[in-house]
C-alpha cells in the first residue's frame, strides 16, 4: 500500500514562470527562517534566509516573503527552470535563546518544472 | 574544499543491532548537528555537538547517542534497531554553535530489516 509520508504538496510550473512556494511555521517565538532544496538523493541546500525583523528580502531569481502576524513564509522563484525541480523546505529556529542549528524543518513542497 | 562528507552512504541493518554513522564537516566548520530524514518528511534534528560535547537535543531516545573529536568530526549511534530507525540521517556543520549557515551533508541512507 500506499505511505502517507510518500504524498509531499506538489507544484508544477511551466518552464520560465514564476514559482510560489508557501509554508506556515509553528512557532511565533521563531527569529530566523531559511529555505532549503533538496534534489533527489542530495542534502538539503540552503537558498536564502532572513531574520525577523525583516518582512522581504531578495536573492539572485529568489525572494523570501515573512508574514509574522500570520506565521506565514514564502518562497519565490522568478524565471523557474528544470534545475529547480526539487523539494523545498522552510526551516525555523531562534537564534536569540541559543537554538541556532536546532532547525525545526517543514513539511515540503515538491516542485515540478514542466518543459 | 571539500564540503560536508558522510560514510557509509548505504547501510542495511537487522532489528536490534546497532549501528555508527560518521561525518567530517566542511572545512574550517566546528559544529556539527544530526538530522533524521524519514521517506517525504522533512528532517527532524538530534542533536547538535559543539567543542565535543552535546550542546542541544531533539525528542529523540537515548538509543541515539554520539561524539564529537577534536579534528571536529562526529559520530551518531544508534542501538537497539527499530524498524522505524530507517531513514536518511543527515549530518550538518557550521561555523559557531548557535549562528552561521548550515551546510548539508548528502547523507547515509539507513535500513533496517
Known amino acids: 500500500g500506499e505511505s502517507v509520508g510518500l504524498h509531499l504538496p506538489t507544484l508544477s510550473v511551466q518552464e520560465g514562470d514564476n514559482s510560489i512556494i508557501n509554508c506556515a511555521y509553528s512557532n511565533s517565538a521563531s527569529d530566523y527562517f531559511i529555505w532549503y532544496k533538496q534534489e533527489s538523493g542530495k542534502g538539503p541546500q540552503f537558498i536564502i534566509d532572513?531574520?525577523?525583523?525583516?518582512d522581504k528580502r531578495q536573492g539572485q531569481r529568489v525572494t523570501v516573503l515573512l508574514n509574522k502576524t500570520v506565521k506565514h513564509l514564502s518562497l519565490q522563484i522568478a524565471a523557474t527552470q528544470p534545475g529547480d525541480s526539487a523539494v523545498y523546505f522552510c526551516a525555523e529556529t531562534n537564534i536569540l535563546t541559543g537554538g541556532g542549528n536546532k532547525l525545526t524543518f517543514g513539511t515540503g513542497t515538491q516542485l515540478k518544472v514542466e518543459l | 574544499d571539500a564540503g560536508v562528507t558522510q560514510s557509509p552512504t548505504h547501510l542495511i541493518k537487522t532489528r536490534g543491532q546497532q549501528v555508527t554513522l560518521r561525518c567530517s564537516p566542511k572545512s574550517g566548520h566546528d559544529t556539527v548537528s544530526w538530522y533524521q530524514q524519514a521517506l517525504g518528511q522533512g528532517p527532524q534534528f538530534i542533536f547538535q555537538?559543539?567543542?565535543?560535547?552535546?550542546?542541544q537535543r531533539g525528542n529523540f531516545p537515548d538509543r541515539f547517542s554520539g561524539h564529537q573529536f577534536p579534528n571536529y568530526s562526529s559520530e551518531l549511534n544508534v542501538n537497539a534497531l527499530l524498524l522505524g530507525d530507517s531513514a536518511l540521517y543527515l549530518c550538518?556543520?557550521?561555523?559557531?554553535?548557535?549562528?552561521?549557515?548550515?551546510?548539508f551533508g548528502p547523507g547515509t541512507r539507513l535500513t533496517v530489516t
Open positions: 555537538y559543539y567543542e565535543e560535547e552535546e550542546r
Open positions: 532572513i531574520r525577523s525583523n525583516m
Open positions: 550538518a556543520s557550521s561555523a559557531g554553535a548557535g549562528l552561521g549557515e548550515q551546510y
